[in-house]
Protein backbone atom coordinates (compact mmCIF):
# COMPACT_ATOMS: atom_id res chain seq x y z
CA UNK A 1 0.00 0.00 0.00
CA UNK A 2 3.32 2.08 0.80
CA UNK A 3 4.63 1.47 -2.49
CA UNK A 4 1.38 2.64 -4.28
CA UNK A 5 1.21 5.98 -2.27
CA UNK A 6 4.78 6.73 -2.85
CA UNK A 7 4.07 6.12 -6.87
CA UNK A 8 1.49 8.15 -6.95
CA UNK A 9 2.70 11.10 -5.30
CA UNK A 10 5.67 10.90 -7.17
CA UNK A 11 3.53 10.82 -10.63
CA UNK A 12 1.45 13.61 -8.90
CA UNK A 13 5.25 15.53 -8.26
CA UNK A 14 6.53 15.15 -11.55
CA UNK A 15 3.35 15.86 -13.75
CA UNK A 16 2.62 18.92 -12.06
CA UNK A 17 6.08 21.00 -13.28
CA UNK A 18 6.00 23.23 -15.53
CA UNK A 19 7.87 21.95 -18.52
CA UNK A 20 9.76 24.46 -20.87
CA UNK A 21 9.13 22.17 -23.87
CA UNK A 22 9.24 24.08 -26.89
CA UNK A 23 8.06 22.75 -30.53
CA UNK A 24 11.01 21.56 -33.04
CA UNK A 25 11.24 23.88 -35.65
CA UNK A 26 13.50 23.43 -38.86
CA UNK A 27 14.32 26.55 -39.59
CA UNK A 28 14.58 28.06 -42.71
CA UNK A 29 17.72 29.50 -44.32
CA UNK A 30 17.40 33.28 -44.13
CA UNK A 31 16.57 33.95 -47.72
CA UNK A 32 13.91 31.58 -48.30
CA UNK A 33 9.86 33.23 -47.97
CA UNK A 34 6.96 33.14 -50.32
CA UNK A 35 8.86 34.94 -52.63
CA UNK A 36 11.78 32.84 -52.46
CA UNK A 37 11.06 28.62 -52.20
CA UNK A 38 13.98 27.05 -51.57
CA UNK A 39 14.28 23.12 -52.19
CA UNK A 40 14.90 21.71 -48.38
CA UNK A 41 15.88 18.04 -50.02
CA UNK A 42 19.39 18.47 -48.51
CA UNK A 43 19.69 18.26 -44.91
CA UNK A 44 20.04 21.36 -42.70
CA UNK A 45 22.06 21.93 -40.12
CA UNK A 46 22.02 25.72 -39.44
CA UNK A 47 19.43 25.74 -36.39
CA UNK A 48 19.81 29.52 -35.63
CA UNK A 49 17.71 31.88 -37.65
CA UNK A 50 20.08 34.53 -39.45
CA UNK A 51 19.57 38.23 -39.22
CA UNK A 52 17.78 39.52 -42.13
CA UNK A 53 18.80 42.62 -44.77
CA UNK A 54 16.24 44.38 -45.86
CA UNK A 55 15.39 45.33 -49.16
CA UNK A 56 14.01 48.58 -48.71
CA UNK A 57 16.40 50.38 -51.13
CA UNK A 58 15.15 47.97 -54.20
CA UNK A 59 11.23 48.09 -53.18
CA UNK A 60 10.27 51.58 -55.87
CA UNK A 61 12.76 50.45 -58.56
CA UNK A 62 12.62 51.52 -62.51
CA UNK A 63 13.53 49.08 -64.69
CA UNK A 64 14.44 48.96 -68.43
CA UNK A 65 12.61 46.24 -70.46
CA UNK A 66 13.37 45.70 -73.93
CA UNK A 67 11.45 43.74 -76.85
CA UNK A 68 12.45 41.70 -79.68
CA UNK A 69 12.45 44.95 -81.76
CA UNK A 70 14.99 46.59 -79.15
CA UNK A 71 12.41 48.57 -78.40
CA UNK A 72 13.58 50.03 -74.81
CA UNK A 73 10.65 51.15 -72.29
CA UNK A 74 11.08 52.01 -68.50
CA UNK A 75 8.45 50.21 -66.20
CA UNK A 76 8.23 50.94 -62.63
CA UNK A 77 8.43 48.34 -60.21
CA UNK A 78 6.70 49.32 -57.18
CA UNK A 79 6.50 47.16 -54.21
CA UNK A 80 9.69 45.46 -55.50
CA UNK A 81 7.75 42.97 -57.15
CA UNK A 82 5.55 42.20 -59.61
CA UNK A 83 3.72 39.00 -60.40
CA UNK A 84 3.35 38.52 -64.01
CA UNK A 85 2.05 35.23 -64.62
CA UNK A 86 1.46 31.64 -62.69
CA UNK A 87 2.55 28.28 -64.04
CA UNK A 88 2.94 28.18 -67.79
CA UNK A 89 1.08 26.12 -69.80
CA UNK A 90 3.68 22.68 -70.01
CA UNK A 91 5.49 22.96 -66.97
CA UNK A 92 5.74 20.39 -64.45
CA UNK A 93 4.08 21.79 -60.67
CA UNK A 94 8.31 22.52 -59.59
CA UNK A 95 8.40 25.04 -62.75
CA UNK A 96 11.26 27.44 -61.52
CA UNK A 97 13.59 25.63 -64.65
CA UNK A 98 10.92 25.58 -66.62
CA UNK A 99 10.27 28.78 -66.75
CA UNK A 100 13.87 30.00 -66.97
CA UNK A 101 14.16 27.82 -70.34
CA UNK A 102 11.08 29.16 -71.95
CA UNK A 103 12.21 32.53 -70.73
CA UNK A 104 16.11 32.45 -71.79
CA UNK A 105 15.32 29.65 -75.04
CA UNK A 106 12.12 29.95 -75.97
CA UNK A 107 10.69 26.60 -75.64
CA UNK A 108 11.18 24.30 -72.82
CA UNK A 109 13.82 21.63 -72.50
CA UNK A 110 12.80 19.05 -70.37
CA UNK A 111 16.55 18.26 -69.15
CA UNK A 112 16.25 21.69 -67.53
CA UNK A 113 13.44 21.32 -65.36
CA UNK A 114 15.34 20.24 -62.47
CA UNK A 115 17.59 23.47 -61.30
CA UNK A 116 20.19 21.32 -60.54
CA UNK A 117 21.05 20.61 -64.17
CA UNK A 118 21.36 24.40 -64.83
CA UNK A 119 25.10 24.00 -62.98
CA UNK A 120 26.16 22.09 -66.02
CA UNK A 121 26.76 25.56 -67.60
CA UNK A 122 29.72 27.15 -67.42
CA UNK A 123 29.92 29.77 -65.11
CA UNK A 124 30.51 33.74 -65.75
CA UNK A 125 29.80 36.94 -64.23
CA UNK A 126 26.70 38.26 -63.25
CA UNK A 127 24.75 40.03 -66.62
CA UNK A 128 21.56 40.64 -67.91
CA UNK A 129 20.57 36.98 -69.82
CA UNK A 130 22.36 35.18 -67.26
CA UNK A 131 21.11 32.43 -65.13
CA UNK A 132 21.58 32.10 -61.47
CA UNK A 133 21.26 28.96 -60.21
CA UNK A 134 21.70 26.40 -56.87
CA UNK A 135 20.03 23.15 -56.33
CA UNK A 136 16.66 23.55 -55.68
CA UNK A 137 16.19 27.18 -57.72
CA UNK A 138 16.85 28.77 -60.00
CA UNK A 139 16.29 32.77 -61.82
CA UNK A 140 17.08 34.69 -64.96
CA UNK A 141 19.23 37.85 -64.12
CA UNK A 142 17.49 41.10 -66.14
CA UNK A 143 18.92 44.50 -64.78
CA UNK A 144 21.39 45.10 -62.23
CA UNK A 145 20.45 46.84 -59.11
CA UNK A 146 23.73 47.68 -57.07
CA UNK A 147 26.14 45.12 -55.22
CA UNK A 148 24.68 41.65 -55.20
CA UNK A 149 21.04 42.62 -55.78
CA UNK A 150 19.74 42.07 -59.57
CA UNK A 151 16.27 42.30 -60.70
CA UNK A 152 15.20 38.91 -61.49
CA UNK A 153 12.13 36.61 -63.94
CA UNK A 154 11.76 34.17 -61.48
CA UNK A 155 9.45 31.35 -62.02
CA UNK A 156 7.69 30.00 -59.24
CA UNK A 157 9.01 32.55 -56.79
CA UNK A 158 6.60 31.42 -54.45
CA UNK A 159 2.80 30.75 -54.13
CA UNK A 160 2.97 29.64 -57.98
CA UNK A 161 3.90 32.60 -59.20
CA UNK A 162 5.98 34.14 -61.64
CA UNK A 163 7.46 37.18 -60.74
CA UNK A 164 9.79 40.24 -61.68
CA UNK A 165 11.39 41.29 -58.12
CA UNK A 166 14.65 42.15 -56.34
CA UNK A 167 16.50 39.20 -56.18
CA UNK A 168 20.20 38.73 -54.05
CA UNK A 169 22.98 36.48 -55.56
CA UNK A 170 24.04 35.24 -52.37
CA UNK A 171 24.29 31.66 -52.20
CA UNK A 172 23.66 31.32 -56.17
CA UNK A 173 25.99 30.10 -59.22
CA UNK A 174 25.74 32.13 -62.20
CA UNK A 175 26.19 30.24 -65.57
CA UNK A 176 26.33 31.43 -69.22
CA UNK A 177 23.23 28.98 -70.58
CA UNK A 178 24.21 29.92 -74.45
CA UNK A 179 27.86 29.12 -74.20
Not at 32 to 39: A, E, G, R, W
Not at 47 to 57: T, V, Y
Not at 160 to 177: I, K
Request: proline letters at 7%; one cysteine or more; aromatic letters at 8%.
Amino acid sequence: MIKRVISACFFIAISSVASEARPYRNLQAPGCNVTMPCDFSYSQTQRERAPRRSLQAYRATQMMVTDAGYTATTISVSGGDRVIGGRPAGCPSSFCGCGAALRVFGHIVPELNLAANWLRFPRTAPAPGMVAARRGHVFVLEQPLGGDMWMAYDANSGGHATRMHARSLRGYTVVNPRA
